[in-house]
Structure formats: structure tokens, C-alpha cells
């Protein structure tokens, strides 16, 4: 178990490794952390640290993506192009584009 003390005292992360339990019961890494002096929690219990990680990365890269739109979206107003959202059950899983650029419906002839 790796265990963290961060300064200023009173800040603590702990990382669990994989283990082999009793009962030949296996558990992958896991985390708590107290973060309660910075006003940003404690999580008492272990938690599968690979899950929140993937979790976490996920909602950076959709928060990141929905910023990039946003400001693409202002850049574009005064020209005749504009960003789309490609509705669900015409996504290509092998290739998840969510969005397109294209002609405002004012610019066609």
C-alpha cells in the first residue's frame, strides 16, 4: 500500500495494490483519499482506482469537447456555416464523430 502525505499536513492519499484475499477472492487497486482541509472531501472506503480514473478522463475530455464547440460555435455566427450535432442512431461506432459542420439552412438557395 502506498500512502501519501501531502503537505499541508493533514491531506492524505492512500493507493491500494492488486491483492489476493482470503477465499482466493481478487481486488485490483483502490483508493481514498482526505482532501476535507482543501474543502474537497473524504472518501473513507476503497474505491477501484482504474474506474475513476476512466470516469474522471471521460467527463475532462466531454467538458474540453463542449468548450472547443462552443467557442468554434462563436467564430462561425456571421458566416453561412454552422455546427451539428449527428443524432444518435446515425453514429458509426467504429468511428464516434458527434458533430459536423455545414450550411445554415438560411444559405441554401
Not at 30 to 49: A, P
Not at 58 to 83: H, K, P, R, S, W
Request: proline residues 6%; contains cysteine.
Amino acid at each position: 500500500m502506498l500512502h501519501l502525505e501531502l503537505e499541508p499536513k493533514g491531506l492524505k492519499l492512500e493507493v491500494q495494490n492488486f491483492a489476493l484475499n482470503p477465499g482466493n477472492k481478487f481486488s485490483s487497486q483502490g483508493w481514498r483519499y482526505d482532501l476535507t482541509k482543501n474543502g474537497l472531501g473524504c472518501q473513507n472506503d476503497y474505491t477501484d482506482l482504474i474506474n475513476d480514473l476512466d470516469v474522471r478522463i471521460y467527463n475532462m475530455l466531454t467538458f474540453f469537447e463542449e468548450v472547443l464547440l462552443i467557442c468554434l460555435q462563436g467564430e462561425l455566427q456571421d458566416t453561412a456555416l454552422m455546427i451539428f450535432r449527428i443524432p444518435n442512431e446515425k453514429l458509426n461506432p467504429k468511428c464516434p464523430i458527434s458533430y459536423e459542420v455545414n450550411l445554415r439552412s438560411s444559405a441554401l438557395p
